[in-house]
């Protein structure tokens, strides 16, 4: 998504492993996942969520992650935020992503047990 030529972004991503750690005081999870972001191609990246304790309904979040435009071009994002538990086995997830390309964005996406989906929206922050 080049700064400035879009204000929103789909984008729908499916969960290839899920990576469970121990950390002091609770628990971190780490979910690889792929997909697609409109304006960004191919997706793939790390979100990692920690807990403060066992079975904890919110907690710290963090994205590591590339988009493959179709141009041949890579365009990389980092992103902190925080989760929050919405129903059974669904997670809202809303963070600040900062991408390579210069672009602030806002996150607001659900991970989601049935199916291993993680889709919502990306909107520019300018």
């Known amino acids: 998504m080049a700064k400035g030529k879009k204000k929103a972004a789909e ?14 005081g609770g628990g971190e999870t ?10 960004f191609g191919t997706v793939l990246g790390t979100m990692s969520l920690w807990a403060d304790g066992p079975g904890a309904d919110s907690g710290r979040s963090s994205w590591v992650g590339s ?3 179709e141009n041949g071009e890579v365009v990389q994002g980092t ?3 925080f989760f929050e538990k919405i129903g059974k086995h669904k997670w809202r997830v809303r963070s600040v992503v900062r991408v390579s390309s210069g672009a602030l964005l ?8 049935d199916g291993r989906s993680y889709k919502g929206m990306l909107t520019e922050w300018s």
Do not use: H, Q, R, W
């Open 11 to 24: 984008f729908s991503l499916k969960s290839t492993s899920v990576t469970y750690n121990e950390i002091p």
């Open 30 to 39: 780490e979910i690889n996942l792929e997909g697609t972001a409109t304006g």
């Open 67 to 69: 988009g493959y435009l």
């Open 79 to 81: 992103g902190d935020g």
């Open 106 to 113: 806002l996150s607001d996406g659900v991970l989601s047990l």
